[in-house]
């Protein structure tokens, strides 16, 4: 059943019914070819998700009546946030896509030593634009409870300051021949740091990987350095590794 994530506002204090506008009633109307008694589920992305029924199709604009209520349940005990240094071309789109879908709650893209793209601050608001577009989409798709925030890109310091932030911190590195990702997540569930709300970074290299500066700095600041296995994997690939792996572990997977 197609989802929609709509702003509060669109919930209306009747309590009853919800309006749908803009893009998500053209794509309901116009690609969904919707209809009159139609059912959609729509969620306010916080607290909040109904089953509804389609009254009145209008140009740009879609009433539909709450028929239930419905349980927040598809979204994962563990927060984790997703550090990427900011790839080449539109790598940063399918890492947004694929780990919303897996579950990510948070991206923070930033900038390292060896990002190769070139940053132009007076794009940056069109392009997180596009990047949260595209996890709200995302979201619908695999029909999360709440859309990923995207964050504005961060320097390399102000990245450390925020993962500070979080319970558990890992950076992966390839050049990391002590611990692997799992006995990592295994230690940090064994001294209860990965429970019900607990924010976890997983830092991403860009094409070239970190610098071993970059890896002194990143422990000093509270992260822990990690491998993913013995393979050299793309930087869009490893975070979505990384984010299954913790999430298998922690039984978000089933088992």
């Known amino acids: 059943m197609q989802r929609y994530f709509l702003p509060l506002e669109q919930f209306h204090s009747d309590n009853q019914t919800v ?25 306010n992305g916080a607290d909040r998700e109904v089953l509804v029924r389609i009254s009145q199709l209008d140009k740009g604009l879609v009433t539909a009546e709450i028929v239930e209520e419905l349980p927040m349940d598809a979204e994962s005990a563990v927060q984790v946030w997703i550090a990427q240094s900011l790839p080449k071309g539109d790598k940063m789109e399918t890492i947004i896509q694929k780990g919303t879908e897996i579950g990510a709650a948070r991206f923070l ?21 596009r990047w949260q577009k595209i996890a709200k989409e995302a979201a619908e798709q695999a029909h999360r409870n709440r859309v990923p925030q995207v964050e504005a890109v961060y320097s390399w310091k102000q990245l450390l300051q ?21 006995p990592a997540i295994q230690d940090a569930l064994a001294a ?14 860009p094409e070239g990987g970190f610098t071993e500066q970059e890896i002194k700095q990143a ?9 993913l296995g013995a393979r050299i994997l793309r930087t869009e690939t490893a975070a ?9 572990e922690t039984g978000e997977m089933g088992g």
């Open 19 to 43: 309006t749908i506008e803009g893009d998500d009633a053209h794509h309901l109307m116009r690609v969904m070819r919707a209809d009159i008694g139609d059912k959609v589920i729509c969620s």
């Open 109 to 129: 893209p930033f900038l390292s030593e060896r990002t190769i793209v070139q940053y132009d601050a007076k794009k940056e608001a069109k392009r997180t634009e």
């Open 162 to 182: 925020r993962a500070k932030e979080a319970d558990v911190a890992w950076i992966c590195y390839e050049k990391e021949d002590g611990q692997q990702l799992r």
């Open 192 to 205: 209860g740091k990965l429970g019900q709300g607990s924010k976890v970074v997983i830092a991403v290299g």
């Open 219 to 227: 422990e000093e600041a509270g992260f822990r350095s990690v491998s």
């Open 240 to 248: 979505m590794v990384g984010l299954t792996c913790l999430f298998y």
